[in-house]
């Protein structure tokens, strides 16, 4: 039998953490963890780190009124295109192991700025991926939507993450011709949709070219050579505040040197991506829809970002103000 290769803990080990291979093992080996204990009694540790996730990234834009009115109490404003739409994501990830094992997630942010007026330098469905490059750019996480008891409890206990209480169902297929995705409580539909899966030789060199062209050959060049890119994030003030906890942080991708390991072709017009609307009555304060602002503001996808193997570490690092 294999061994386990991954940092032992209590909370790994009952989520049902196991990896025999881990790429880039080194990498996550540059982080200094601490033993922490969970409410619950469970020990684990921190920061946050992710061995492996499928992950797809639906990024777009929406109409920017209703995304200043959700970041004002945050005191942030949107990032926004040159046609003043705001910039906003969905994340579909199926989180293979991790800190608290395995789980899927569902994460729906915003590009934002401490200052008012920022304006993406790109264009058209690539310049979308400003948050990779942009260096005033946070992603302000506004809910998670998590499958995982446990990880719904350690995200929001150390790391102030806004990983909705109530668990939900998750569906997902990567496969090499589509990305399917289903996510429910019980019968009520959060969001469900497919993005057909077109990576190959001519959507390397579509992205290729198309990032150079938004950000600059050098951004671009920079980005391919680090083995490990920085992501600003922020967390919503409500967690923080109930939790007593930090909710600034910087997200470390781990993704070596693969050219590969990110792929991104634009969204068209036979992909699909439903929300779910109606849940906002039911919500409570820290607890607001989603769902239900991501359709008000009229979420439009521009690019699916697929990473077949996603690797992170989040620290607390407050991002200055």
Same mark, same amino acid.
């Given at each position: ?30 982080? &200094?963890?601490?033993?922490? &204990? ?16 499928? /992950?797809? /990234? ?16 945050? +005191? ?29 997630? /569902? ?27 942009? +260096? ?10 998590? &499958? ?6 350690? +995200?929001? #206990? ?13 569906? &997902? ?55 490990? @890119? ?22 470390? /991708? ?33 607890? #607001? ?15 699916? @970002? ?16």
């Amino acid at each position: 039998m294999k061994t386990d290769v991954g940092r032992p803990s209590q909370g790994r080990s009952e989520g049902g953490g196991y990896s025999t291979h881990i790429p880039n093992l080194a990498l996550f080996q540059r982080f &200094t963890y601490t033993s922490e &204990t969970l409410s619950s009694g469970v020990k684990t540790e921190k920061p946050y780190y992710c061995y492996n996730a499928e /992950i797809l /990234i639906m990024k777009g834009v929406c109409e920017a009124g209703p995304m200043e009115k959700a970041l004002a109490k945050e +005191g942030l404003y949107p990032v926004k295109t040159s046609d003043g739409k705001a910039l906003a994501s969905i994340w579909i990830n199926q989180l293979k192991d991790s800190v608290i094992g395995p789980y899927h997630e /569902i994460v729906l942010s915003l590009d934002a700025s401490r200052r008012p007026g920022a304006v993406a330098p790109g264009r058209g469905a690539f310049g979308a991926l400003y948050s990779f490059f942009g +260096g005033e750019c946070l992603n302000y996480l506004h809910t998670l939507y998590i &499958t995982s008891p446990l990880s719904i409890m350690w +995200g929001r #206990e150390m790391q102030a993450f806004p990983k909705h209480p109530t668990p939900c169902q998750v569906s &997902t297929r990567f496969g090499s011709d589509a990305i399917d995705f289903d996510v429910a409580w019980g019968e009520k539909k959060l969001l469900s949709g497919s993005v057909g899966n077109r990576w190959g030789p001519r959507a390397f060199l579509r992205q290729s070219l198309s990032l150079v062209r938004n950000f600059g050959l050098g951004p671009v060049l920079r980005f391919l050579s680090s083995p490990v @890119v920085p992501m600003p994030i922020v967390m919503p003030g409500e967690v923080k505040r109930q939790y007593g906890i930090e909710n600034d942080h910087m997200g470390h /991708i781990l993704k070596g040197l693969n050219p590969f390991g990110i792929r991104a072709w634009p969204w068209l017009a036979h992909d699909r991506l439903e929300l779910g609307r109606g849940r906002q009555a039911e919500a409570t304060d820290g607890q #607001e829809s989603a769902t239900d602002l991501w359709h008000e503001a009229e979420f439009r996808p521009l690019v699916a @970002v697929h990473v077949p193997c996603l690797q992170l570490v989040v620290t607390d690092e407050p991002q200055g103000r």
